[in-house]
């Protein structure tokens, strides 16, 4: 079983705050990634690393950023949040081995509502 | 560009019947795909995974097959329990290392 955390699980929050959504996982995996979920909708890859020092922008332009600076850790800060963020943003990881691709193993997303 | 498409939005099955729930993939480079089921208010979980190398693979009470011929993958659920309802999505790793999901299909069970 995956171990990967998001906080704040729930976040309702006014237009132009500044705003950290936390990711950690315990499993030493080199990739981590963010994604904007819609509810009932597929996810978009927003952002992603393969590891401390790394990071990518994904496939769904965003207003976001992230940072990598701990192999555990991988936060997404939006600067100023505005209506249009509101949505789901779930955070994975998966490891990195020579033999192939390994699945992502998801948090429980933190819901944002940007009022 | 890549793209992974589910057939059917929702999908309801008795329960104790199997269910089979289909996704139809574009990139034929795609060589590995990955099954998750979806509850309300959590993140994706993952099922079961395939390479492109295989056409079959077994878990306990899931199938997942793969036809490359016609890009076309494929979950059965046998015996179908309540607790199986949420949202199955389908996934593809494409050439470009990123994980392309679907759409995503709502499984109901109805008793």
């Known amino acids: 079983e995956a171990d990967i955390y998001q906080t704040p699980r729930y976040l309702v929050i006014g237009t132009g705050k500044k705003i950290t959504l936390e990711c950690s996982q315990t499993?030493?995996?080199?990739?981590m990634y963010w994604y904007q979920q819609d509810p009932g909708m597929e996810l978009h890859l927003i952002h992603y690393?393969?590891?401390?020092?790394?990071?990518e922008k994904g496939d769904l332009s965003s207003e976001s950023t992230v940072s990598r600076i701990r192999t555990e850790h991988f936060p997404l800060t939006l600067e100023s949040a505005r209506p249009s963020h509101t949505s789901q943003y779930l955070c994975?990881?998966?490891?990195?081995?020579?033999?192939?691709?390994?699945?992502?193993?998801f948090g429980d997303g933190t819901r944002l509502s940007i009022l | 560009g890549e793209s992974v498409g589910l057939h059917l939005p929702t999908l309801s099955v008795q329960e104790g019947d199997n269910s089979i729930i289909n996704c139809a993939y574009s990139?034929?480079?795609?060589?590995?795909f990955i099954w998750y089921k979806q509850e309300s208010g959590k993140g994706p979980q993952f099922i079961i995974d395939?390479?492109?190398?295989?056409d079959k693979r077994q878990g306990q009470r899931v199938t997942v097959l793969l036809n490359k011929t016609v890009k076309h993958l494929s979950l059965q659920i046998a015996a179908t329990q309540p607790g199986d309802s949420a949202v199955y999505f389908c996934?593809?790793?494409?050439?470009?290392?990123?994980?392309?999901f679907g759409q995503g299909t709502r499984l109901t069970i109805n008793p």
């Open positions: 499993m030493g995996h080199d990739k």
């Open positions: 690393s393969y590891g401390v020092n790394s990071t």
């Open positions: 395939i390479r492109s190398n295989m």
């Open positions: 996934a593809e790793n494409s050439p470009s290392e990123k994980l392309v």
């Open positions: 994975a990881s998966s490891e990195w081995r020579g033999l192939g691709n390994q699945p992502q193993h």
């Open positions: 990139n034929s480079a795609s060589d590995y």
